[in-house]
């Protein structure tokens, strides 16, 4: 567990070349419990929102709007709740990694882009377009922090689009 918590808190096992600003950022830091209530607060509250906003779809006229602000609102509160874990500026530099800084682009690009469509410019087709890509954008920045989990969902779409062009191909000869 101490393993975990170090790793997770930036702190590898290797003390012997820190700087101040890292050895004053550890002694300000929220201690273990209450990082793990905070992140169980915010993706608490992420998922809520979440579920909440697709319970507002049925609701007439001012649905479609409590929707996509509830659910953009639920995917922010999610992705701040890992902060609680790693720490607001190692998130940053993890967010801002080779292997996952296009889908944190894409992600934080559509969070803005959506809440604009729909709250400004009234545009709701844009703003449903723009959820269904903050999803995927969503999902592929999370696979990233899992090893090989991107290329199993690479393989498995391939699978599928060769088994697709195989059935449609047989279908027409």
């Not at 992140?39 to 479609?64: N, R, S, Y």
């Not at 934080?108 to 959506?114: E, I, P, Q």
Request: net charge positive; charged share 15%.
């Amino acid at each position: 567990m101490d393993k975990l918590r170090a790793v997770l808190g930036g702190r590898d096992g290797h003390n012997d070349n820190r700087s101040i600003i890292e050895t004053a950022n550890e002694a300000s830091s929220l201690g273990w419990g209450t990082r793990v209530k905070g992140f169980i607060a915010c993706m608490v509250i992420g998922v809520g929102c979440t579920i909440l906003g697709v319970g507002c779809l049925f609701i007439p006229k001012i649905g479609l709007l409590l929707f996509i602000v509830f659910y953009t609102f639920g995917n922010v509160c999610s992705l701040f709740s890992t902060m609680f874990l790693m720490g607001p500026l190692r998130q940053l530099k993890r967010m801002c990694d080779k292997t996952r800084a296009f889908a944190t682009a894409v992600m934080l690009t559509c969070l803005v882009l959506t809440l604009c469509a729909v709250l400004w410019w009234k545009i709701f087709i844009l703003a449903l377009v723009l959820v269904i890509l903050q999803s995927i954008a969503f999902a592929w920045y999370g696979l990233s922090y899992i090893p090989f989990a991107r290329d199993a969902v690479l393989k498995f779409l391939s699978m599928m689009c060769r088994m697709c062009m195989k059935q449609s191909v047989g279908d027409v000869s």
